[in-house]
């Protein structure tokens, strides 16, 4: 029983990395906050994953098929490690290589920092009330974006191009082999020079994704699904060109299974699909294969 | 257990995404764009200084297009090309343009990096202020 409480638990955790694939014109590759399940003092995780953009949704809604392939293959590292019994701090580094018919970049994507606060502990297995986990977290600007020289064209972004102040939450519970999440999050993009078109500001404004989940686990063996909306705010441009911008909003849904080699180590593999749910607009859609392998030191 | 039940149905209820696929034929985007009148391609802010423009090459994915546009008046300053995507606010690679003769010119390395509405904004520009602009829509 408690062995099977904890398989749930670990792998809900797991599920949160399957989010999050930022804004679809310039994917950036940074996986959602990787925090500690409760179970955990440390964690270490690999996770590739290869991304392919499959419709394109325009200002007006309208959808349109890729003709030609936008590939983005990521290699994202990322830790937790505790710091007291309920503070936690994290990092992710991913990095990426994005093809498209006529061009490769590879490189760093955006770096991401987590500091997380269990405002809800579940030390009592209550029979209800969720386990909390409350982060902030800042994002720097660390990928080639659509905003810096040298990357000059959309499709051949790693990263967003803007530091992101962001706070959530995380909310699991697990019933014997049945597990539950809710995430929530809200972010704030700072304003930032654009330097390869003179004289330009972009504003980006706020941006919020929430998210449900649920998982059945069976042994090591684990099957869970998700569904996250994303909503981005107007990127407002002033300086010699003056645009408005276009509010961007999409769905990601994720299957995934996770199989715990051992007591401490685990994999995971998951597929997300952006073309499935929600209104899509003014964004790319994407269709995602990663996998994962996740090593844990115990409490 | 109840509660995992209402969370299953809510989410096999979910609006699906219905993708509404625009019939639009864009294999020549450049050509289809609308003019703003009879005589003018575009029309300059500022100045009605009336640009028409003549397509040489239509840009693909693969191949950089270009395209040449004449000016009813000399320009006050030098006169830029900037690819816009307004909706997500960025732009795309350099246009480089050439002056072909008395008001004539050629805008080459025209290049789209992805699909949507975008805009090709002439920018008449003294040292990096923009004195007068002409925008023309295109859908790519
Ligand atoms: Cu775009």
Redesign the interface.
């Known amino acids: 029983m408690k062995l099977r409480f904890s398989i749930a638990l670990f792998s809900l955790l797991f599920l949160i990395n399957a989010k999050a694939f930022g804004a679809p014109c310039c994917a950036s590759a940074t996986s959602g906050p990787g925090l500690l399940s409760n179970e955990e003092r440390s964690h270490l995780t690999t996770r590739v994953s290869r991304s392919s953009i499959s419709n394109n949704i325009d200002s007006d809604g309208y959808w349109e098929r890729t003709k030609d392939p936008v590939i983005t293959q990521t290699m994202e590292l990322s830790g937790a490690i505790l710091l007291s019994d309920r503070w936690q701090i994290g990092m992710a580094v991913p990095f990426s290589e994005r093809t498209t018919t006529s061009q490769k970049y590879s490189g760093l994507g955006d770096v991401s920092g987590t500091i997380g606060y269990e405002y809800l502990p579940d030390w009592d297995y209550h029979p209800w009330r969720p386990r909390a986990v409350g982060y902030f977290q800042i994002t720097a600007p660390t990928g080639l974006s659509i905003y810096d020289e040298g990357s000059t064209t959309g499709s051949g972004a790693l990263g967003q191009g803007f530091w992101t102040l962001g706070m959530g939450t995380l909310l699991t519970k697990a019933w014997g082999r049945w597990d539950v999440l809710a995430l929530g999050e809200i972010h704030r993009s700072l304003s930032r020079e654009i330097k390869s078109q003179a004289s330009l500001t972009a504003n980006p404004g706020l941006g919020t994704s929430i998210g449900a989940g649920v998982g059945m686990s069976l042994g090591a063996w684990r099957l869970g699904g998700n569904v996250t909306w994303t909503y981005q705010d107007p990127i407002s441009i002033r300086g010699n060109i003056d645009s408005e911008g276009t509010l961007q909003r999409y769905a990601s849904a994720s299957l995934s299974l996770n199989y715990m080699i051992d007591s401490t180590l685990a994999a995971q593999a998951t597929y997300t699909d952006q073309n499935i749910l929600g209104r899509p607009f003014n964004t790319s859609l994407s269709r995602i294969v990663s996998l994962q392998l996740r090593k844990q030191w115990v409490r | 257990?109840k509660?995992?039940i209402v969370?299953?149905i809510s989410?096999s209820t979910?609006?699906?995404?219905?993708?509404?696929?625009?019939t639009k034929d864009k294999s020549r985007p450049l050509a289809q764009s609308n003019p703003v009148s009879e005589n003018c391609g575009a029309v300059f802010k500022n100045s009605n200084n009336c640009l028409n423009w003549r397509v040489e090459q239509e840009p693909t994915?693969?191949q950089m297009g270009s395209f040449t546009f004449t000016l009813s008046h000399n320009p006050l300053g030098s006169i830029k090309v900037?690819l816009?995507?307004?909706?997500?606010?960025?732009?795309?690679?350099?246009v480089k343009v050439e002056q072909l003769g008395d008001r004539q010119y050629r805008a080459s390395q025209v290049?789209f990096?992805?699909?949507?509405?975008w805009q090709i904004?002439f920018?008449i520009?003294d040292n990096?202020q923009?004195l007068d602009e002409a925008v023309i829509e295109v859908?790519i």
């Open positions: 257990m509660s995992l969370l299953c989410i979910l609006a699906c995404a219905e993708p509404n696929y625009a994915q693969d900037v816009w995507m307004p909706s997500m606010g960025h732009g795309s690679s350099p290049y990096s992805m699909p949507g509405k904004r920018q520009k990096n923009v859908e």
